[in-house]
């Protein structure tokens, strides 16, 4: 059974910072490449961020790199999204996954969790 549940979204000023987690089902974390994607109405859902297994290999989308921060607790079955220097371009629905790939440059999750609401007020 697929199982993530996000938490820490919610409303922050232009600069601020929040942390977002996302804990699976063992099924679902184990062995697993984790990853946030995010949504805005109106456009395309976005790929954000995601983490190997081990925790030794990240990737970001350009717009988050040196703001956002991902990792990962194995023993916990939790994955972290550390969102610093927000910007109001950064609101959108977070969507927390699972099984992400690589293919052609895009990246794809097969998983996903209901996501959590972050507004950034400019």
């Known amino acids: 059974q697929v199982q993530l549940v996000e938490s820490g979204g919610g409303l922050v000023q232009a600069g601020g910072s929040l942390r977002l987690s996302c804990t699976a089902s063992p099924l679902t974390f184990i062995g697993s490449t984790m990853g946030w994607f995010r949504h805005t109405p109106g456009k395309e859902r976005e790929f954000v961020a995601a983490?190997?297994?081990?925790?030794?290999?990240?990737n970001y989308t350009d717009s988050v790199k040196g703001r956002f921060t991902i990792s990962r607790d194995n023993a916990k079955n939790t994955v972290y999204l550390q969102m610093n220097s927000l910007k109001s371009e950064d609101t959108a629905v977070y969507y927390c996954?699972?099984?992400?790939?690589?293919?052609?440059?895009?990246?794809?999750?097969?998983?996903w969790g209901p996501g959590t609401q972050v507004t950034v007020s400019s």
């Open positions: 983490v190997s297994w081990s925790g030794d290999t990240t």
């Open positions: 996954t699972a099984d992400l790939l690589n293919a052609g440059s895009r990246w794809y999750a097969s998983k």
